[in-house]
């Protein structure tokens, strides 16, 4: 079965400086892709950023990056240059490509907070 | 911009009244999804369908929550009858390879 662990239930930040969240996997799918999600206090949930199992290369989308590490099962969020609009929930999400034809997973996210 | 659009946005309903969800998905996504976020419980899979066929409904209460796709534009959750425990917001997503996207949510209040 799949699982997604993010062990930060809330972590905190300076602002502009740059901040990791944690977020570890586990599949037995050898195809599959990982997601992150903003969501801000108005509750709708933003896409964020996308890696595929097969790529080599690290996600990365403006200020974020995806720092993935297969054989960890890793799938670290990194905020570059935080702003205090960064403050909010965010969540890691894996979609299984085979074995359960796509389905997600949500971890239990992580609350950001974002000082001035 | 493409985007997942579900309605109502805002619903309170006594208990024991039939609730209605609807989600229009992005055009061309193949997989469809129902989540119900609440405080305690985070974010729970209820249902997904693929290519309008459901795959997986094992989150959600069979006895009084069913969900369909009547056709590729709409899908549907209900809740029959409903219950104060149902109150949650109540997300669709929809996806096709590697991207998801969610509507703004459905905020359900049942008193």
């Known amino acids: 079965a799949q699982k997604i662990t993010q062990t930060q239930p809330g972590m905190f930040v300076q602002e502009k400086e740059a901040v990791t969240l944690d977020c570890t996997y586990d599949?037995?799918?050898?195809?599959?892709?990982l997601f992150w999600y903003k969501q801000p206090s108005s509750g709708e949930m933003i896409f964020l950023i996308y890696q595929g199992s097969y790529d080599e290369q690290n996600a990365t989308e403006g200020r974020y990056s995806l720092n993935f590490q297969k054989a960890r099962k890793s799938a670290n969020l990194v905020i570059s240059a935080s702003q205090l609009g960064d403050s909010a929930m965010y969540f890691c999400?894996?979609?299984?490509?085979?074995?359960?034809?796509?389905?997600?997973?949500f971890g239990d996210g992580t609350t950001l907070t974002v000082k001035p | 911009d493409a985007r997942v659009t579900q309605t109502p946005r805002d619903k309170v309903t006594e208990m024991g009244q039939e609730v209605t969800m609807r989600c229009q998905p992005i055009?061309?996504?193949?997989?469809v999804f129902w989540y119900r976020q609440t405080m305690m419980q985070g974010l729970e899979l209820l249902a997904y369908?693929?290519?309008?066929?459901?795959?997986?409904d094992s989150g959600m209460p069979k006895d009084r929550f069913s969900a369909e796709m009547p056709d590729a534009t709409l899908a549907t959750l209900k809740i029959q009858p409903s219950e104060p425990r149902d109150s949650a917001v109540y997300f669709c997503a929809s996806g096709s390879g590697n991207t998801i996207y969610f509507g703004e949510g459905s905020w359900l209040t049942v008193v």
């Open positions: 999400a894996m979609r299984e490509h085979n074995t359960n034809a796509g389905k997600s997973t």
């Open positions: 369908f693929r290519n309008r066929a459901p795959l997986d």
């Open positions: 055009l061309g996504h193949n997989t």
């Open positions: 599949t037995s799918d050898q195809s599959y892709g």
